[in-house]
């Protein structure tokens, strides 16, 4: 249900091929990147319900309720047990990278996950930011470049430019 004519600027055939989830099989991931409104969670979430309708093990959470989890779990003693259950997934979809600033040791949880994941499996990931922003989002430029490193070296990016749906009509 997805109005590709609204944002012109997404490639329709390239974002519904993901559709058929060859992008699982390479273990390749997808980052949407766009201001707020333009649809990445919408598309996201599309490509979720299509990898748990063919039966692959699908999460979809906000990045900021993922990052709470890990740190409850680094304090609590389970860390290991906890990153392992989110790298199982086959298909991980973290909502909303950059709306809000991650801590040092946010960021380096962040990486442990993500670097568990590698190569392994796919991760989809939103974000209001571009990839050369991310440094301010996660405070580190070391992490961030090792962050980065894993999330790209098998990617498609996806940039929406365009107006915010939900304001639509509005003004």
Known sequence: GFDFNFQPSINQQEVVGFQDLAFLEKNENLIFIGSPGVGKTHL??????EACRQG??????????LLLRLRTANEKGTLERCINRYARYDLLVIDEIGYLPIDHDEANLFFQLINARYERHSTIITSNSDLSGWVEI?????????????LVHHVHVVKITGKSYRLKGVG
Not at 44 to 49: K, L
Not at 56 to 65: A, D, G, M, S, V
């Open 44 to 49: 996201a979430i599309s490509i979720g319900i």
């Open 56 to 65: 692959k093990r699908t999460l979809f959470i906000n990045c900021h309720e």
């Open 138 to 150: 996660f405070q580190n430029p070391t992490v961030t470049a090792a962050i980065l490193d894993r």
